[in-house]
């Protein structure tokens, strides 16, 4: 079982930075490939950025490549999406999830686990 809890949404003006952290509970959380996902009102929730079990491989979908960055610490199961040069259509709500794909989930079906979600707001 792994419990995942997110941080640092907030509303930014396009062009800023925000960080959000997913804090992970559960012995095995170095064993799952770890993503980010986002949900806009009226759209599906899509895969953002995702990372390999040991932080070696990731994944960003084309949209926020170049401006989106995952980390990940397996000493203190902590998910890291730093993003940077915002623009008003990342605004969305914001998920850490975990998955048995270890190289790091990309779909939907490949979650296991879903943390609350964190707002992220961007204005023009």
């Known amino acids: 079982q792994v419990q995942l809890i997110e941080s640092g949404g907030g509303s930014v003006q396009a062009g800023g930075s925000l960080r959000l952290s997913c804090a992970a509970s559960?012995?095995?959380?170095?064993?799952?490939?770890m993503g980010w996902f986002r949900q806009a009102p009226g759209k599906e929730r899509e895969v953002v950025a995702a990372i390999s079990w040991s932080g070696v491989t990731t994944y960003y979908r084309d949209s926020v490549k170049g401006r989106f960055t995952i980390s990940r610490d397996n000493t203190k199961d902590m998910v890291y999406l730093q993003m940077n040069s915002l623009k008003q259509e990342d605004t969305a709500v914001y998920y850490c999830?975990?998955?048995?794909?270890?190289?790091?989930?990309?779909?939907?079906?490949?979650?296991?686990?879903w943390g609350q979600g964190t707002q992220v707001t961007v204005s023009s």
């Open positions: 559960g012995r095995t959380f170095s064993s799952y490939g």
């Open positions: 999830a975990a998955g048995t794909n270890r190289w790091g989930p990309r779909q939907n079906t490949e979650i296991d686990y």
